[in-house]
């Protein structure tokens, strides 16, 4: 992938203020994307500009705060990226929450109306509007992402990982809807050291990363790169795809 790969396109991330939708729009940017970053605290999404902007100086970086979950902030986000750069080439779901564990049959509900709503709900309401902005006649890629809890139970995140299936599926749908002037991607981390996934790895990195064939965890580098690629020309005759990155673990048959 050459830098210039993204130069004159707009890629918006939700849930861009740290993690790994901060390392995709970094990445984005350093190929010569504008970016949209979106999440619900503004102030960490000014300092995840301020830490792109340091990184790639020539980065050009809109941040809306925004919850996912909110039709309205959704819309706000899009209207403001076409307004401020005049496209939507790349859109990646990254936001994804998980406010409950364990087993499904004392899971409290409206924990898991919450996970659909932002997990998958929202997602495809952004592809929506990036369709009806941009996407419908000018083409486009999106790139969501799952997690590998979405292709194999776990017993512990188990409502996340649903969510993470219909992510997935809604995926292919939408690939075939879309095609074939939008391609519709998923990437499907495993265990990523971040913020987000800490409680996975909290007695330790070496136990958790025990059962990877490659005996680390994931950065979110390791994601951005992926995502680049998929958002890219150079992945023009892959759609519906969902891509695993995930160290080899489910070449190992668990998640445990």
Do not use: C
């Not at 504008?34 to 020539?58: D, F, G, M, N």
């Not at 659909?116 to 000018?138: C, I, P, R, S």
């Not at 590998?148 to 992510?167: E, M, N, P, Q, W």
Request: net charge neutral; charged share 20%.
């Amino acid at each position: 992938m050459t830098t210039a790969e993204y130069t004159g396109k707009t890629a918006l991330v939700t849930g861009a203020s740290r993690g790994i939708g901060l390392a995709i729009a970094t990445e984005l940017a350093r190929g010569g994307a504008a970016v949209t970053l979106s999440a619900r605290k503004p102030e960490a999404l000014e300092a995840a500009a301020a830490q792109i902007r340091s990184a790639v100086r020539s980065a050009r970086v809109l941040t809306v705060p925004a919850n996912t979950g909110r039709d309205a902030d959704r819309a706000e986000v899009v209207e403001r990226t076409m307004a401020e750069f005049g496209s939507l080439d790349v859109l990646v779901n990254n936001t994804g929450i998980n406010p409950v564990y364990g087993a499904l049959v004392d899971v409290d509900l409206d924990g898991v109306r919450k996970i659909f709503d932002t997990n998958v709900v929202a997602a495809l309401g952004y592809v929506q509007l990036a369709v009806k902005a941009w996407m419908g006649e000018h083409g486009g890629s999106i790139i969501n992402i799952a997690s590998v809890a979405g292709l194999r139970s776990t017993g512990v995140i188990a409502a996340y990982g649903a969510s993470k299936a219909a992510l997935i599926r809604l995926t292919e749908e939408l690939a075939w809807q879309l095609g074939p002037k939008v391609r519709v991607n998923a990437v499907a981390p495993g265990v990523v050291k971040t913020r987000f996934a800490e409680a996975l790895y909290a007695e330790g990195e070496e136990q958790a990363s025990a059962a990877y064939p490659m005996k680390r965890l994931g950065t979110p580098e390791d994601v951005a790169s992926l995502v680049a690629f998929l958002a890219s020309d150079q992945a023009a005759w892959i759609t519906g795809e969902t891509v695993r990155v995930d160290g080899g673990l489910l070449a190992t048959g668990t998640l445990g």
